[in-house]
Nanobody, 123 residues
Framework: QVQLVESGGGLVQPGGSLRLSCAAS????????MGWYRQAPGKERELVAA???????NYADSVKGRFLISRDNAKNTVYLQMNSLKPEDTAVYYC?????????????????WGQGTQVTVSS
């Protein structure tokens, strides 16, 4: 079993900062890419930022220069530092991991999702 557990969401004023964390646990053989998605009410889920195993990063245009994604491979954890937050950043943020797990002597590669954490930017 593999789990992704997110933390760090909350309410922040415009211009403020938050740091999200997502820790993967369970029968993990290796983690390839990790990323953060978000979904605002009435909108589709969208990619916010992603990071590969060799630390290549990709950001949505709307967050470039404000958000920073990083990972700690020893802890199987990915972070999202969010600065200069805007009301339009309000959404549920989901962690995603492309990883290989093992069970019963077999390896299996698939994507996993966290449960989501609410980020609200409001004065």
């Amino acid at each position: 079993q593999v789990q992704l557990v997110e933390s760090g969401g909350g309410l922040v004023q415009p211009g403020g900062s938050l740091r999200l964390s997502c820790a993967a646990s369970g029968s993990i053989y290796s983690i390839n890419g990790m990323g953060w998605y978000r979904q605002a009410p009435g909108k589709e889920r969208e990619l916010v930022a992603a990071i590969t195993s060799d630390v290549n990063t990709n950001y949505a245009d709307s967050v470039k220069g404000r958000f920073l994604i990083s990972r700690d491979n020893a802890k199987n954890t990915v972070y999202l530092q969010m600065n200069s937050l805007k009301p339009e950043d309000t959404a549920v943020y989901y962690c995603n991991a492309d990883l290989t797990s093992y069970s019963g002597g077999y390896r299996s590669r698939q994507r996993y999702w966290g449960q989501g954490t609410q980020v609200t930017v409001s004065s």
